[in-house]
Antibody, heavy 118, light 107 residues
Framework: QVQLQESGPGLVKPSQTLSLTCTVS??????????WSWIRQPAGKGLEWIGR???????NYNPSLKSRVTISVDTSKNQFSLKLSSVTAADTAVYYC??????????WGQGTLVTVSS | DIQMTQSPSSLSASVGDRVTITCRAS??????LNWYQQKPGKAPKLLIY???SLQSGVPSRFSGSGSGTDFTLTISSLQPEDFATYYC?????????FGQGTRLDIK
C-alpha cells in the first residue's frame, strides 16, 4: 500500500522560500505512470492545486503560482519536493502531497501546516 | 481555468436522509470528475472517480452521476460518519481545480 509523508519547516519567514519534501513508501516513485502532486488548503478554505511532476520529470504548475513554484523528484530517495519562493502570509496553509493516477487522487499524505510569519 | 461550482455550500441533514450535492463545471469536462470526502484535520478521501465509479472500500450508499457540465453526488441514507465536507475535482485539463466544498452538518 502506497503511503506518502510530507516533511519540512512549519514556519517560514515572509519573502523566503518554502521547501517541503514528500517521502513515498510502499512502492517506487519511478514505477508506473503517475503524477506526483502538491495541493494546499488554507485554514477553513478549499483545496488549491499547486502542481505535479510526472515520473519522467515533466511538470505542470498552476498558472497562479507558476512564477514561484518548482517541483522536483529524487528517485534515489523515493521523494519529490516543493519549493515556493517569495512567500507571504497568503501562502499559509496545510500542504498535501498526493499521487495522481488516471485523473484522480487516491493516495494522500496526512498534510503539513506551513505558517508564514516573521 | 475550469471553474467548479458546488451547491449547496452547506447542508444540514439527519441520519437516514437522502442527500444530493451538485457540482457544475464552467465548460464541458466529459466525465473527468471526482468526488472526495474530507473530515476535520484529515486529508481528503477519494469516494467517486470518473463521475460514477465507486472507489474500492467506499460504501455503496455513495453514488455519482453526470457528464458534460453537471454532476451529482448522492448519499442514499446518511450515516453518522458521513458528516464531513465534500469536494468535486475536475481532471479534464490543467490547472486541476476543485469545487469550493459542501459542508454537511447534522440537523
Amino acid at each position: 500500500q502506497v503511503q506518502l509523508q510530507e516533511s519540512g519547516p512549519g514556519l517560514v519567514k515572509p519573502s523566503q522560500t518554502l521547501s517541503l519534501t514528500c517521502t513515498v513508501s510502499g512502492g517506487s516513485i519511478s514505477s508506473g505512470s503517475y503524477y506526483w502532486s502538491w495541493i494546499r488548503q488554507p485554514a477553513g478554505k478549499g483545496l488549491e492545486w499547486i502542481g505535479r511532476i510526472y515520473t519522467s520529470g515533466s511538470t505542470n504548475y498552476n498558472p497562479s503560482l507558476k512564477s514561484r513554484v518548482t517541483i522536483s523528484v529524487d528517485t534515489s530517495k523515493n521523494q519529490f519536493s516543493l519549493k515556493l519562493s517569495s512567500v507571504t502570509a497568503a501562502d499559509t496553509a496545510v500542504y498535501y502531497c498526493a499521487r495522481y493516477n488516471s485523473g484522480w487522487y487516491e493516495h494522500w499524505g496526512q498534510g503539513t501546516l506551513v505558517t508564514v510569519s516573521s | 481555468d475550469i471553474q467548479m461550482t458546488q451547491s449547496p455550500s452547506s447542508l444540514s441533514a439527519s441520519v437516514g436522509d437522502r442527500v444530493t450535492i451538485t457540482c457544475r463545471a464552467s465548460q464541458s469536462i466529459s466525465r473527468y470528475l471526482n468526488w472526495y470526502q474530507q473530515k476535520p484535520g484529515k486529508a481528503p478521501k477519494l469516494l467517486i472517480y470518473a463521475a460514477s465509479s465507486l472507489q474500492s472500500g467506499v460504501p455503496s450508499r455513495f453514488s455519482g452521476s453526470g457528464s458534460g457540465t453537471d454532476f451529482t453526488l448522492t448519499i442514499s441514507s446518511l450515516q453518522p460518519e458521513d458528516f464531513a465536507t465534500y469536494y468535486c475535482q475536475q481532471s479534464y485539463s490543467t490547472p486541476i481545480t476543485f469545487g469550493q466544498g459542501t459542508r454537511l452538518d447534522i440537523k
